[in-house]
Nanobody, 122 residues
Framework: QVQLVESGGGLVQAGGSLRLSCVAS????????MRWYRQAPGKQRELLGM???????NYVDSVKGRFTISRDNAKNTVYLQMNSLKPEDTADYYC????????????????WGQGTQVTVSS
């Protein structure tokens, strides 16, 4: 089994910054794509962006230029650097990853973290 654990959430004023981390642990052979999502109260979970195994990143327009996703493959960790935060960025933030666990199979299983809360005050 694989666990993803996010950290780094908290309360920040508008215009401030936060850096979220997500560490994957357990039976990991390799990790392909790693993604960040968020879910605001009363809203659906939305994809913010992703980083491929090779380090290529993609973002949704709403966070492009403000959020940066990076990864440290040696630490099985993905980061979300959030700058110029706005009250509408208030949400629970989740990481998601495609993990290969077996030498025998090429299958990648998808895992979610438990989320970390970010609150941006105006």
């Amino acid at each position: 089994q694989v666990q993803l654990v996010e950290s780094g959430g908290g309360l920040v004023q508008a215009g401030g910054s936060l850096r979220l981390s997500c560490v994957a642990s357990g039976r990991i052979l390799s990790i392909n794509a790693m993604r960040w999502y968020r879910q605001a109260p009363g809203k659906q979970r939305e994809l913010l962006g992703m980083v491929t195994g090779g380090g290529t990143t993609n973002y949704v327009d709403s966070v492009k230029g403000r959020f940066t996703i990076s990864r440290d493959n040696a630490k099985n960790t993905v980061y979300l650097q959030m700058n110029s935060l706005k009250p509408e960025d208030t949400a629970d933030y989740y990481c998601n990853a495609d993990v290969r666990e077996s030498l025998i199979s090429l299958h990648y299983s998808n895992y979610w973290g438990q989320g970390t809360q970010v609150t941006v005050s105006s």
